[in-house]
């Protein structure tokens, strides 16, 4: 089992739509959980983070986390086509687990805006 | 402006000749970490740096070595390179390991020939 799981997509949705990105992990006592954006031939950009289940906003990103299903979603509300990019969850290990500095990230999911 | 820098942006090289990619950065931040990315493999981290003459592997460190003599500098040596390191590697810092994700260099596209 992949340590952090994305579907790779692509994921295609029109202008103005809420783009919904899922994440699942296998270290049930993960701590930190980002969400980055990378264009092509770009380096990872950090748009999110979440630390304690719930929702978090920011604009028009919403991260979502819920620990005991092991599970972070990225909601993207009134999409762009600038939104267009492949989106990477990554999860740091848990302190004292000897994984102090690992971020793992999923293989990312490509979005597709279309306008 | 705070950054990673690394540095070549490309490079070409045969297999067996050693080299070295820099990465500097300049936002005091304590972990420093390597990965490459690779089409259908994603980011994999190759070693990462707790503090100066901290360092600890990461998924994929063989054929790879690393150096934290300073805060800010945490260069990846390639001793022998061979074909299968042929990736794009980023260079990345971040403040803590915990509240903050990596900040990302631009990237350094490897071929080993």
């Known amino acids: 089992q992949k340590e952090v799981e994305q579907n790779s997509g692509p994921l295609s949705v029109p202008e103005g739509a809420i783009a919904s990105l899922n994440c699942t992990y296998s270290d049930r006592v993960s701590q930190s959980f980002f969400w980055y954006r990378q264009y092509s031939g770009k380096s990872p950009e950090l748009i999110m983070s979440i630390y304690s289940n719930g929702d978090k906003e920011d604009g028009r990103f919403t991260a979502q986390l819920n620990k005991a299903s092991q599970y972070v979603s990225l909601l993207i509300r009134d999409s762009q086509p600038s939104d267009s990019a492949t989106y990477l969850c990554a999860v740091n290990g848990a302190k004292g687990s000897g994984n102090t500095g690992k971020l793992i990230f999923g293989q990312g999911t490509t979005l597709q805006v279309k306008p | 402006e705070a950054q990673v820098t690394q540095n070549p942006r490309y490079l070409i090289t045969v297999t067996g000749k050693k080299l070295t990619v820099t990465c500097s950065q300049n936002?005091?931040?304590?972990?420093m970490s390597w990965y490459r990315q690779d089409p259908g493999l994603g980011l994999r981290q190759i070693y990462y740096?707790?503090?100066?003459?901290?360092?600890d592997k990461g998924d994929v460190p063989e054929g790879y070595k690393v150096s934290r003599k300073e805060k800010r500098n945490f260069p990846l040596i390639l001793e022998s390179p061979s074909p299968n390191q042929t990736s794009l590697y980023f260079c990345?810092?971040?403040?803590?390991?915990?509240?903050?994700?990596?900040?990302f260099g631009s990237g350094t596209r490897l071929t080993v020939v």
């Open positions: 990345a810092s971040s403040r803590t390991d915990r509240e903050d994700g990596y900040t």
């Open positions: 740096s707790m503090n100066v003459e901290v360092t």
């Open positions: 936002m005091n931040h304590e972990y």
